[in-house]
């Protein structure tokens, strides 16, 4: 995606995937070779900002980095998932005045949570670990509802956001009971792969409408190149660029 838009702008940048297990390792060397931008993933969203300058607002309030840009040797900590999170709900339902069930408690549960309440909605969280999802819930001044079977005795929820890597290793895992699924819930899973979670099959056969992952894997990208850049990207660029490396997979 990055790539490809960095070419629709004729712009002099490459997009490069590496695996490290060493946070601070990582960090120095966008130091030592004048790395411009850096995308983390789990397990390092938690970490990173132990080896980094500075955080802004929304990174500092999430606890959690997903974006470093490198400002003359300063590295700087951003967190752009509950922006694509965000933008993803919007292309379906304005969360705005919603009640939201959020699931987990990770970097991904932190942003999409930190966005929604942002946005005016009214935040649940539910994890299987109640200390977890406590101090989520804490940090967040949002409630703590329990685990997520306890969906079960609430109906009132609009959206549900499920973030925790339950479907990914597995596709065929869900991590909630069917019956808390119910139309016209709006259900979202963060998990970018594969596309169909049998979450979000299961939602959408009972009449929810639904949000994949990697709706929000394209807008939160497209809101990095964005402070990578100092330029907005052609959207569709991405999107069809996206959808060539799925259709490969």
Known sequence: MHTAAYQDLGLNYTYVAFGSDDTGGAAAAMRALGIRGLGVTMPHK???ADHL??????????GAVNTVINEGGRLI???VDWLGAIRAFEEVVDPRGQRAAVIGA??????IAYGLARCGAEVTIFNRSLERGEE??????LRYGGPPDRLLDD????????????????PEAMLLPEAAL???MVVFDAVPMPVQTRLLATASAR????IPGVRMQLHQAAAQFELYTGQRPNLGVMEEALRSALATL
């Open 46 to 48: 938690l970490r990173i």
């Open 53 to 62: 300058d500075d955080l802004d607002a929304d990174a500092r309030a999430i």
């Open 77 to 79: 900590g951003y967190n």
């Open 106 to 111: 990770g970097g991904g549960a932190r942003a």
């Open 136 to 141: 989520l819930a804490l940090a967040l001044g």
């Open 155 to 170: 109906d009132g929820f609009d959206l549900l956001a499920h973030a925790t890597s339950v479907g990914f290793h597995d």
């Open 182 to 184: 119910r139309a016209p």
């Open 207 to 210: 009449g929810c409408r639904t």
